[in-house]
């Protein structure tokens, strides 16, 4: 690979980056939103009781159950589908550098790469592998 070639491939590679980055975070705002305006349409009115602590519903605390919620549609589930996704979007972004390191044949930062990515798969379903 040339120097010129060089500059190109790790400057596309950037905005690829970006791009992920961006409409990662953006359409999660959007998700999240939307789940909003879902929630306080139903349960805007509301009164909460603040006497006794209840805490996340169980169907919200797995991947399973946040999908069954969002397509129900209720409100939470939409709001923690757009977390997950943002949550995703990180994850997402050293998957394609693993991709795009890999594919210019630069073997330390792929390896590095896949590295982070265990260690965030690891941090994010911790012991239940």
């Given at each position: 690979m040339t120097p010129e070639s060089n500059d190109l491939a790790v400057e596309k590679m950037d905005i690829v980056v970006g791009n992920l980055l961006r409409a990662g975070v953006?359409?999660?705002?959007?998700?999240?939103?939307?789940g909003a305006i879902v929630y306080l349409a139903r349960h805007g009115m509301e009164m909460?009781?603040?006497?006794a602590f209840r805490g996340e519903p169980y169907d919200l605390r797995t991947v399973?159950?946040?999908?069954?919620?969002?397509?129900?549609?209720?409100?939470?589930?939409?709001i923690q589908l757009g977390?997950?996704?943002?949550?995703?979007?990180p994850v997402a972004?050293?998957?394609?550098l693993i991709y795009a390191f890999a594919r210019q044949?630069?073997?330390?930062?792929?390896?590095?790469?896949?590295?982070?990515?265990?260690l965030l798969v690891y941090g994010l379903v911790g012991d239940r592998v």
């Open positions: 953006v359409l999660s705002g959007a998700i999240v939103f939307i909460p009781s603040y006497h399973r159950g946040i999908l069954a919620d969002a397509f129900a549609p209720r409100g939470r589930g939409i977390l997950l996704l943002l949550i995703a979007t972004r050293v998957a394609y044949r630069d073997r330390l930062y792929a390896l590095v790469a896949l590295t982070v990515l265990l």
